[in-house]
């Protein structure tokens, strides 16, 4: 008998919500029609999209017409990234530590349009480095691109403060919250945040659908980057993913509910692994402790690489680095970003976890871990 999944790999993405599922599956089959249409039953269709707009807007604080839906955080930080400009200002600043959808597109986009870009180090423990930002930030800037939550270390960053700083530059800023929105609150308002880009699949929703939340004092800076039948009052054009909508704004409904008591749950299960990993010998735990999510831990095992213990662990699911870059075997630039050798940071794992994990799974899991970093070592 195989055993069954442990699945600690929640930063990559969740299982979709079982009431998740059931409030899309009519929107497959008897709401089949388009929202864009002007019969009955698209009209019908198209009011439980406002309905569900109006959900998603409302749970990170923003209103209805300040929210476009796209196909996930890639496409909200292409569209913000790409689509921004006051005619005047040139210059974008990013953090080392982002994830590759905000470095590679603010990268790729300031070659193509001659812009001057910053990509700052941070500190050793992952929060911004307050010097090099103050240093960076002119009144040549445009846009600032910081993340809230770390995907690979779960480190938190103050936004409020940094929006402060953007701000009285004249400068915008844009958050990629992707690994926040359904976990922790968060109100683009308290926050300070002129673009924010979240995406479903990572808060127990579908997959292929996400927003961006664009504020009203920047809606007149974005030209759209996806042209075409006008949809979303021509901010992002193609016809709405009904399922994929009405499913992420039950998603945040549940979130909204539930928010405290998981936070509660997964933290104490994170407290139990993390110490019972740091048990181990020449172990630490990567990035901040105090400034953190309740649901990750990046642990280094000195000596121990982590391609090789993925392979073993097997029906663990663990991860090194972002899902995104675990097919490669280079370095993770978050943890080179925080100061780790190339070696350091092979022989890191990222745990994150979530509402389906359960203590028993936890001492399954840190058993099997503690067994192959003896058996690794001695080899
Ligand atoms: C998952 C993730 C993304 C990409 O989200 P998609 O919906 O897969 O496009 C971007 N940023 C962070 C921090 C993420 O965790």
Redesign the pocket.
């Known amino acids: 008998m195989t055993p069954p999944t442990i699945y600690l790999d929640y930063?990559a993405t969740t299982r979709l919500d079982e009431e998740v599922l059931q409030a899309m599956l009519p929107f497959f089959t008897e709401y089949y029609q388009n929202p864009g249409s002007s019969h009955l039953a698209g009209l019908t269709v198209n009011e439980l999209i406002e309905n569900a707009c109006w959900q998603v807007a409302d749970f990170i604080g923003g209103k209805p017409d300040e929210m476009v839906f796209t196909s996930?955080?890639?496409?909200s930080i292409n569209l913000a990234v790409r689509g921004i400009s006051n005619g005047k200002r040139d210059h974008l600043i990013t953090l080392c530590t982002e994830?590759k959808?905000v470095l590679d597109t603010v990268t790729d986009h300031a070659v193509k349009n001659n812009l001057a870009c910053s990509i700052l180090p941070v500190q050793n423990d992952g929060l911004i480095d307050w010097e090099r930002f103050e240093e960076a930030i002119t009144d040549q800037t445009l846009l600032v691109s910081i993340?809230l939550v770390n995907?690979e270390t779960g480190t938190i960053q103050n936004i409020k403060k940094i929006s402060e700083m953007v701000h009285a530059k004249g400068a915008f800023l844009l958050c990629?919250a992707?690994?926040a929105v359904g976990k922790i609150p968060v109100d683009v308002h308290e926050l300070g945040i002129d673009l924010m880009a979240f995406?479903a699949?990572?808060f127990y929703g579908p997959k292929g659908v996400?927003g961006l939340y664009i504020s009203k004092s920047v809606r007149k800076y974005l030209e759209a980057q996806i042209t075409g039948g006008g949809q979303q009052k021509n901010r992002r054009s193609g016809t709405l993913n009904v399922p994929g909508i009405i499913g992420m704004a039950k998603a945040c409904e549940i979130a909204n509910k539930r928010m405290d008591h998981d936070a509660t749950y997964v933290k104490s299960l994170r407290g139990h692994l993390e110490n019972k990993l740091l048990e181990i010998e020449g172990t630490a735990v990567n990035g901040s402790v105090e400034h953190r999510i309740f649901n990750t831990s990046n642990i280094l095992f000195k000596n121990v690489f982590s391609e090789q213990m993925i392979l073993s662990l097997q029906h663990i699911s663990v991860s090194s680095g972002s899902a995104c870059s675990s097919v490669t075997t280079e370095p993770s630039h978050v943890l080179k970003g925080l100061g780790l050798n190339d070696e350091d940071a092979l022989c890191s794992l990222r745990f994150s976890l979530g509402k389906g994990n359960t203590k028993e799974e936890i001492d399954v899991a840190v058993q099997r871990i503690s067994g192959l970093v003896t058996q690794f070592r001695k080899e």
């Open positions: 930063n996930g955080a890639t496409e994830h959808a993340m995907n990629d992707t690994q995406s699949h990572k996400g």
